[in-house]
């Protein structure tokens, strides 16, 4: 097994977002809330951050930031400030109800998932492996004018193994090449495209799916590596996390739940090439979430997201649901490695695996949040991952996902103190979304 690993950080084509429209009142100036800017910084009380052509212009302590005559005000006193979230774990086009339907994917459906992140502070998604023209569509648009829902990052279509996880689910979506040099031409078109990432399932479910070959994983990897694009996988196995990344992997979804013992070289070359891992713990919880608790599925928040039909084809799986020890196991086992990792100084980002299997969007972000720190981060390291660290993980961290300036206007007020409870990330009180507050009770969710 290759010992070496690969330094070279990807450069990132980095092309800027566009700016909003400037605002004829010119400045934005929030004053008075405990500014949390997304780095793991300490909160600041009683701060002042100014707006600007949906750019943030100064952000710190009301004492070192004069606010500009012209500013329009909103006291905010009170309240809490953080980062826009991110969630580089998605799939677009699915009601997150009780099954993945292919058939559910339109371009109506991926603005209206888009918005039900945006209704819950995530403005910005990446959408990893089940993308279609409707939603790359969609991204190039929002690339030539400012975004008036969550930012999209896209995968396009994911590589898997013929007839490998998840073919069984969404079939011809996921790309199974049959060789090596299939593999190659088809990274080569989603480099056409322009994906913002590359997407590889790295699974055989335990033995009862086929699992993508190391060869055509090293060569996703190389012709990858050519055109710059970063590639992350779907794991579950360590000898397979280890091998993605000796061979240029740059990020992970899920977490290493066949073992508890982590090589500490491993982690720290983790921790050294700042790799994200991307633990998606909602997707294992998934399983006994709403079954063991079915008044979850009674929250307004529910509700707001889908339709009757689908709540109720969501209560009658949820009684039908029968959560498997084997699952309890692997998640306990992903939750403690998800700690180690923290520990290590992997950066943890934050995914819902929103719109797969009774996964709803934005609402299982927060739950994730929640996850992390049941798993041991503490609510600060919880927010940095949703923030900084996502960004990170999509190799924006200049533009989005903390509050500085320079950074996009992309903001949450929370009414109450996240920090003390990671659960009152739940208490959305406004959105900005490039410098714009976001109308959220008219986003059409559903
Ligand atoms: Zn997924």
Redesign the pocket.
């Known amino acids: 097994m290759r010992r070496v690993w690969p330094l070279a950080a990807l450069l990132l084509a980095g092309c800027r977002f566009p700016s909003a429209t400037p605002p004829a009142s010119g400045a934005i100036a929030i004053t008075g809330a405990t500014l949390i800017d997304g780095t793991g910084a300490a909160p600041v009380p009683d701060a002042v951050v100014l707006i600007r052509e949906g750019r943030i212009t100064a952000a710190g302590s009301k004492a070192s930031i004069p606010v500009p005559a012209d500013a329009a005000r909103v006291d905010a006193s009170g309240k809490f400030l953080i980062p826009g979230l991110l969630d580089l774990?998605?799939?677009l086009g699915s009601t997150g109800g009780p099954g993945f339907r292919a058939a559910d994917y339109t371009r109506d459906r991926v603005l209206k998932n888009l918005n039900s992140y945006l209704y819950f502070g995530v403005t910005a998604v990446r959408s990893?492996?089940?993308e279609r023209d409707e939603g790359l569509a969609i991204r190039n648009e929002q690339r030539t004018a400012a975004p008036r829902t969550a930012r999209l990052f896209t995968a396009g279509r994911g590589f898997t193994a013929p007839g490998g996880h998840?073919a069984q689910e969404i079939g011809a979506i996921a790309r199974q090449p049959k060789d090596a040099s299939d593999a190659r031409r088809q990274v080569r078109e989603l480099a056409s495209q322009q994906v913002d990432a590359i997407?590889i399932?790295i699974d055989d479910l335990g033995g009862r799916a086929p699992k993508v070959s190391r060869g055509v994983i090293e060569a996703i990897l190389e012709e990858a590596g050519k055109a710059k694009i970063p590639v992350s996988a779907?794991i579950a196995t360590l000898d397979d996390t280890i091998h993605f990344f000796e061979f240029g992997g740059s990020g992970f979804?899920?977490m290493v739940r066949d073992t508890e013992t982590l090589p500490e070289d491993f982690v720290s070359a983790l921790r050294d090439r700042r790799t994200v891992f991307t633990p998606?713990l909602i997707?294992q919880e998934l399983a006994w979430y709403f079954s063991e608790k079915p008044e979850r599925l009674s929250d307004p928040a529910v509700a707001r997201l889908v339709d009757a039909a689908t709540l109720d084809a969501m209560r009658k799986s949820v009684a039908a649901a029968k959560p498997s020890p084997a699952g309890r196991k692997e998640f306990d086992i992903a939750m403690r490695n998800t700690k180690r990792m923290a520990d290590g100084g992997v950066p943890i980002a934050v995914?819902s695996?929103g719109?797969?299997q009774m996964d709803l969007p934005g609402l299982m972000t927060l739950r994730e949040c929640e996850l992390l720190v049941e798993a041991g981060l503490t609510p600060l390291e919880a927010i940095t991952a949703a923030t900084y660290n996502g960004a990170l993980g999509l190799g924006r961290e200049q533009e989005i996902g903390s509050i500085a300036a320079g950074k996009a206007a992309d903001l949450v007020l929370l009414s109450a103190d996240p920090v003390r409870d990671i659960g009152n990330l739940r208490k959305v009180d406004r959105v900005m979304l490039n410098g714009t507050w976001v109308n959220r009770e008219s986003l059409e969710l559903k």
């Open positions: 774990h998605v799939h990893i492996g089940t998840p997407k399932w779907h979804l899920h998606t997707r995914g695996d719109g797969s």
